[in-house]
């Protein structure tokens, strides 16, 4: 059976749904070891020309150690890094078609923004028009033009960042490297810089592969997501695919909250499966497929913002349904989250839109409630 897209296409563009594509960038079995520490383990990953893409995971689950591998900074113990066909063995970093933009920036304290900017392109002896159109159109691209003559200190954090970026993209590698290139931003430019990213790269029409623990970064910015653990790929998606199907439990706590039932299987036909709840009395009606059998433990993976919230200590069926009582209430201005006890040990979370403006609380603390969710809105998980 074809899988079905989940979520809206970002842009026409998914060569990875198009069996004959052939990828630009590609880890063959790749494994690194330092000493007696593996930190990437056997990894394959295709990446498509033109694609955004994102490695998301924790600290040490071996993201950054695959980007220094594609820039030539670490040299793989097993396997192949290639590059438009290309084995890149042997190829050293200023070989490479690609530039790396860390995340410390990296200026010169001592030279001015263009200077920054043009510094590569004179290492490369590019002629002196060429340079001063190039880091003209790196200016603008940036929108640093009227930053042009400043020194480093005399910027922003935002504009510093720009600067880094502009330098990097001046010598049109094929592939721009991104090393957590927004953790030294505040929240609201961090948000603006991610749009500002994709606006960038989808004008260049270059390849981008970005380095982040931060979800929200890999959802707003990348066409797909690969999630990594303990130096391996845990699933490889589009945000919405990662976001409404994860392949695992690791997987849907890691994006986003997630309320996460034990249960076991009742019975599974053509329209769903049905499950009992392991520690309390409601019964799951859900759409979702599985491959567990009658008996069998497995996990319910709802989001928060999918359970619905109402005042009442009773419902007219148990069957996607529980009662609870208010424990917490965070009022986050958009939205409130309410924790809710099913039970001495087990909490249910509903995010409620604030659709008004807030004068009176109509649910508060230790209030009865129905937590109650559609059929569709979850999804079974076996590991």
């Given at each position: 059976?074809?899988?079905?897209?989940?979520?809206?296409?970002?842009?026409?563009?998914?060569?990875?749904?198009?069996?004959?594509?052939?990828?630009?960038?590609?880890?063959?079995?790749?494994?690194?070891?330092?000493?007696?520490?593996?930190?990437?383990?056997?990894?394959?990953?295709?990446?498509?020309?033109?694609?955004?893409?994102?490695?998301?995971?924790?600290?040490?689950?071996?993201?950054?150690?695959?980007?220094?591998?594609?820039?030539?900074?670490?040299?793989?113990?097993?396997?192949?890094?290639?590059?438009?066909?290309?084995?890149?063995?042997?190829?050293?970093?200023?070989?490479?078609?690609?530039?790396?933009?860390?995340?410390?920036y990296a200026l010169f304290p001592h030279m001015s923004v263009e200077a920054n900017i043009a510094f590569g392109l004179k290492q490369d002896k590019m002629g002196k028009a060429d340079i001063e159109a190039r880091v003209a159109e790196m200016l603008r691209l940036t929108k640093l033009e009227p930053f042009a003559k400043r020194k480093p200190h005399q910027l922003s954090g935002g504009q510093?960042?720009?600067?880094?970026?502009?330098?990097?993209?001046?010598?049109?590698?094929?592939?721009?490297?991104?090393?957590?290139?927004?953790?030294?931003?505040?929240?609201?430019?961090?948000?603006?810089?991610?749009?500002?990213?994709?606006?960038?790269?989808?004008?260049?029409?270059?390849?981008?592969?970005?380095?982040?623990?931060?979800?929200?970064?890999?959802?707003?910015?990348?066409?797909?997501?690969?999630?990594?653990?303990?130096?391996?790929?845990?699933?490889?998606?589009?945000?919405?695919?990662?976001?409404?199907?994860?392949?695992?439990?690791?997987?849907?706590?890691?994006?986003?909250?997630?309320?996460?039932?034990?249960?076991?299987?009742?019975?599974?036909?053509?329209?769903?499966?049905?499950?009992?709840?392991?520690?309390?009395?409601?019964?799951?009606?859900?759409?979702?497929?599985?491959?567990?059998?009658?008996?069998?433990?497995?996990?319910?993976?709802?989001?928060?913002?999918?359970?619905?919230?109402?005042?009442?200590?009773?419902?007219?069926?148990?069957?996607?349904?529980?009662?609870?009582?208010?424990?917490?209430?965070?009022?986050?201005?958009?939205?409130?989250?309410?924790?809710?006890?099913?039970?001495?040990?087990?909490?249910?979370?509903?995010?409620?839109?604030?659709?008004?403006?807030?004068?009176?609380?109509?649910?508060?603390?230790?209030?009865?409630?129905?937590?109650?969710?559609?059929?569709?809105?979850?999804?079974?998980?076996?590991?």
């Amino acid at each position: 059976m074809a899988k079905k897209a989940i979520g809206p296409v970002r842009r026409s563009f998914a060569p990875w749904e198009d069996p004959s594509a052939v990828p630009f960038i590609e880890f063959r079995n790749v494994t690194k070891r330092f000493g007696d520490f593996t930190a990437v383990n056997n990894l394959s990953l295709k990446i498509f020309e033109r694609e955004f893409f994102a490695l998301l995971g924790g600290s040490g689950c071996g993201k950054t150690t695959m980007m220094r591998m594609l820039a030539g900074f670490e040299t793989p113990t097993q396997g192949q890094v290639l590059l438009a066909g290309q084995d890149l063995s042997g190829v050293p970093p200023y070989r490479r078609p690609v530039n790396m933009m860390f995340q410390s920036y990296a200026l010169f304290p001592h030279m001015s923004v263009e200077a920054n900017i043009a510094f590569g392109l004179k290492q490369d002896k590019m002629g002196k028009a060429d340079i001063e159109a190039r880091v003209a159109e790196m200016l603008r691209l940036t929108k640093l033009e009227p930053f042009a003559k400043r020194k480093p200190h005399q910027l922003s954090g935002g504009q510093r960042q720009r600067v880094a970026l502009a330098r990097s993209l001046a010598k049109r590698p094929k592939v721009l490297l991104l090393d957590e290139p927004l953790g030294a931003l505040d929240r609201k430019l961090r948000e603006e810089t991610q749009f500002e990213l994709m606006d960038l790269q989808e004008e260049l029409k270059m390849t981008f592969l970005v380095v982040t623990h931060d979800q929200e970064e890999a959802m707003t910015m990348a066409d797909r997501i690969a999630v990594m653990d303990a130096g391996e790929i845990v699933q490889v998606a589009t945000p919405p695919e990662i976001y409404e199907a994860p392949n695992s439990r690791f997987v849907a706590d890691f994006i986003g909250d997630v309320n996460m039932i034990e249960a076991k299987v009742i019975e599974t036909s053509e329209d769903g499966t049905r499950l009992q709840a392991a520690s309390a009395d409601f019964v799951i009606q859900t759409t979702s497929e599985t491959t567990a059998r009658p008996g069998d433990t497995v996990w319910y993976a709802i989001r928060p913002e999918k359970v619905r919230l109402v005042a009442g200590d009773t419902s007219p069926s148990n069957i996607n349904a529980a009662a609870a009582v208010v424990w917490d209430i965070a009022y986050l201005g958009d939205v409130s989250i309410f924790n809710a006890r099913i039970n001495e040990t087990d909490v249910l979370r509903s995010t409620v839109t604030n659709a008004t403006r807030l004068v009176e609380r109509p649910i508060t603390w230790d209030d009865r409630v129905i937590l109650s969710w559609d059929q569709d809105a979850g999804v079974i998980l076996t590991k």
